[in-house]
Each structure stands twice: as structure tokens, then as C-alpha cells.
């Protein structure tokens, strides 16, 4: 994927389409805090609440790579995981886009 240039209008949809699937998962996974929170009963559920933030903290940091050469993947995932649509990637050309689509149909 490395042989995939990036247009500067190529990069600004990646970036708009990068950027909202974060701020969904982030809103997800804040709401899903917010249940925690109000379920936790004893002071062991703490402890419960932190291994779940820092097991999200990894998935999160291993999912949102922006780097260039990395994108494509990152956005198969996305699709994949519905945080985005292909409608999120219009814009991008069709060689990215089809790349896209292989990856999210894995």
C-alpha cells in the first residue's frame, strides 16, 4: 500500500473521515463509561472500570494510525466495524477505494 500517493484533496477527506470515525467511538465509548460508572456497587468495580479503559486504550491506539501508508487499513477496518461508510470516503480515488473495500470485506 505504500505505492498509493495521496492527492492533498485525497488527504483532506481522509483526514474529515478519520477524524469523525474517532469522535463516534470516542462519544461510544464515553457513554459506555458513563454505564460503568453508574453500575459499579463496590470499590472492586474501579478496577473493573480501568482494565476496560486500558484495554480500549490499546485497541484504540492499534486502530487509529495515521500514517499514509497505513490508511487504507485503518479505513477497511472502520467500515468494517461501521464507524464509517464508503460515503465518509467519497472523494478518494477508486484504486484507494477498492483497496478499501478488500480490506473491510476480510
Known sequence: MDRLNWSQAGKKVAKRAYDAALDKEYVALLQKLKDMSQKAKNPGDIWTIHDFLSQQRKTMDQKYDYRYSQ??????????????????????NEEKLNAIRYIASL
Request: no cysteine; charged share 35%.
Open 71 to 92: 490508511l487504507i487499513f485503518v479505513f477497511g477496518r472502520l467500515i468494517r466495524e461501521k464507524w464509517i461508510d464508503e460515503n465518509d470516503l467519497e472523494g478518494l
